[in-house]
């Protein structure tokens, strides 16, 4: 089933909790691991928003994106940090509504 694309603002907020959740070295991995295209942008978030960007255009659909949004905030990354995976999955559900 074809997610619709998601907006701009949804694709910063995602990008924003993403970036909050991740090292600079486990963001490159998750994004060569979900076959995102890579980017040059220093910040994270920007990083991971120009990615989402790009894959949502070529793909027209917010697929890729969930994807990725669902492996980065999987509940085995977070060991010993059951409130903080709790609390980025809250935010990340309020940014897909």
């Keep these: 089933m074809a997610l619709a694309p998601f907006t701009t603002g949804q694709l910063e907020h995602l990008a924003r909790i993403v970036g909050e959740s991740t090292t600079g070295g486990e963001l490159d991995r998750l994004l060569q691991e979900a076959r995102h295209p890579p980017s040059d942008i220093s910040t994270k ?41 709790d609390r980025l999955c809250a935010s990340a559900a309020i940014a897909d509504g």
């Design 45 to 85: 978030w920007r990083r991971l928003r120009d990615s989402f960007e790009r894959v949502q255009t070529r793909d027209g659909t917010g697929n890729a994106v969930a994807q990725f949004v669902k492996l980065a905030l999987a509940p085995d990354r977070f060991f010993g940090a059951r409130e903080t995976h």
